[in-house]
């Protein structure tokens, strides 16, 4: 079951990946320890290395909050 939950985690990050490869400056966020794992795995491929990827840790949020923090985000940089 474990080995089933980790293949199934590897194949959505990899299709995260794909979207995140179109990308100069990415923000992962939210509560949980996810973002920090997708960020480990876009830190070790090299296609990522002149990609600004930050990572904020964040209370659960709607969709409408989700939205405006990212507006929020890329406009005051």
Same mark, same amino acid.
């Given at each position: 079951? &474990?080995?089933?939950?980790?293949?199934? /985690?590897?194949?959505?990050?990899?299709?995260? +990946? !794909?979207?995140?490869?179109?990308?100069?400056?990415?923000?992962?966020?939210?509560?949980?320890?996810?973002?920090?794992?997708?960020?480990?795995?876009?830190?070790? !491929?090299? =296609? %990522?290395?002149?990609?600004?990827? /930050?990572?904020? /840790?964040?209370?659960?949020?709607?969709? =409408? /909050?989700? &939205?405006?923090?990212? +507006? !929020? %985000? %890329?406009?005051?940089?």
């Amino acid at each position: 079951m &474990h080995n089933k939950e980790l293949y199934e /985690q590897s194949k959505y990050y990899k299709k995260l +990946i !794909d979207v995140v490869k179109k990308y100069k400056e990415v923000i992962l966020f939210g509560p949980t320890n996810a973002k920090e794992e997708l960020f480990n795995e876009l830190a070790a !491929d090299i =296609r %990522f290395e002149d990609v600004k990827i /930050q990572v904020k /840790q964040t209370d659960k949020m709607t969709a =409408r /909050q989700q &939205h405006a923090f990212v +507006i !929020d %985000f %890329f406009t005051n940089k």
